[in-house]
């Protein structure tokens, strides 16, 4: 496990709660030994190891700068410790390019994939919708969507979907519309044996209508974080509401604890942990900003991700399916 | 002014609205007399014409077939309207595609403009964003990129705003950030004299960092319909919350005037009208299923554009710049 904005300040705390409600669970931190070390006093917890880095990437590190300077750092060993079978999966809130240098070059692709794609769970009417690309691939080809299709499905699946609904994001429901690229990827998609639904648009996201929504990485990150910017703004302007005036303060009161219950869900820190999928071994990118709850959700995630063994239901389902794609 | 989903019900409601109150304003309404004559009872109102249609496009329609399919139907007069120099705008609540391919034949696209670009406000923390495009371009060029950041940056500059502040829209705020194609638009606007402010992030948009925001019409349309997708179920999971037993129906009471006064502003009706920027006249394309009220935003939009002499703008000001490029 490896670093973020607010490095062991955060990590440490998120890393001592995991340890406390999973027994079964060990965890090799790796960053600043001299940082670290003062957070957990004179004794290291039990199923604790600090790994000693020589330094830390810049969180928005660029992959060339990973794979040049990478060496040593936190990311690096982190990565390294999954691949030499220390550890099972690698969580970091550092920079997604520099995870995805570091990941494709230390852990391998997956055979059968050709690009990794970043997966998230965003709450919806029914539970919650899993998106991906979210900005891991600007450009894709339709060979690629399908295979993140697949990738997304083998996720869901494990998370107790029994024939998750799989879909491609478009401008709108019918085979004619969208470009060469998506009617590709669908046309290929029916063949599969995955439950493929069709096309979607954006609105159908947050209605639940499908488990698993796909689309390039552009879009997926810009359809996120704009999704992250207005839910701020409906809180804030929430806010506002609830304390305009005498009559308002005393309903805001009472209608609070209702509120907070339902609008619970759709607090982003329960959602972080996002899978980094189609590596060799399971690699979670948390947010950068992330708090100690919110790390402690990513920490899960890995640990059921690996649980699962997600990149070897994927390899296997890759392999079926490219068998028949190619007949 | 033609159609929408519901037809003459709504737009001869909406249509009477708009002519009561603005005096100076006249409307061609273009559609099955048959339908519309009912609606207005013996006699025609003043500064109300009804142009008779043979038949009116599926508001689905492919460009393809409002080309070949499209003479005589309400979409097609209602621009024949607007190209003979009759009216001096147009409104229609039908298929955007077909807008698009009836809008480039009878009424022409500016010099300079290779694609017309839809582009609509966005409720934001300060007031709004205009986002363009919407789905009339699912693939640009950084041509058509900074065409677009031109287009809006004219269209938001008649609305008032002195010297609106123009981004592109990215996965990052770094130069490094993004595709080939958003890199070069970037580095284009840089060196016009428009208020380019760089690349701006999803989230960004909602928090009003700027006037105009501007991506390709794939990105643009499913942030949009995303968006609208995430305030609908915000809504309904604060009325559910609201009346999630005694005390929250009690405080639902008192706080519901100043919520709805807040929230109001977030109404997508008040929102109805999104110019389609680039043609040589004004075109506003109305939501398919758009209110009486809904729709007569969209007609305001349209008079107020017309008014504002845009298509005329951008043109000159296109004119200006690709001289600059080009030198």
Known sequence: MHGGDFGPAVTVPAALDVLASRPDVEILLCG????????????????????AASHALASDARPVEALRRGRGSSLWLAMEQVSSGRAHACVSAGSTAAMLALGVKLLGMLAGIERPALMSRIPSASGHTSLL??????????????????MGSVASAVEGNVRPSVALLNVGHEDSKGDAVVKEAHA???????????????????????????CDGFSGNLILKSGEGLAKMYFRQLDLALHSGVLARLGGVLVRPS??????????????????LGLRSVVVKSHGNANREALGHAIDEAVEKARQQVPKSIESMIQDYSIEVDA
């Open 32 to 51: 600043m030994a001299e940082d670290i070390q003062p957070l957990l006093g004179r004794t290291t917890p039990d199923r604790l190891t600090i790994i």
């Open 133 to 150: 690309d979210l900005g891991a691939n600007l450009n894709v080809s339709a060979n690629q969507l399908v295979q993140f299709a697949i």
């Open 259 to 276: 509120l907070e219950q339902i609008l619970a869900r759709f607090e982003p820190s329960k959602h972080n942990g996002a899978p980094l």
């Open 188 to 214: 290929m998609l029916k063949e599969l044996p995955i439950n493929y639904t069709g096309f979607i648009e954006g609105h159908d996201i947050f209605a639940g209508k499908v488990n698993v929504a796909v």
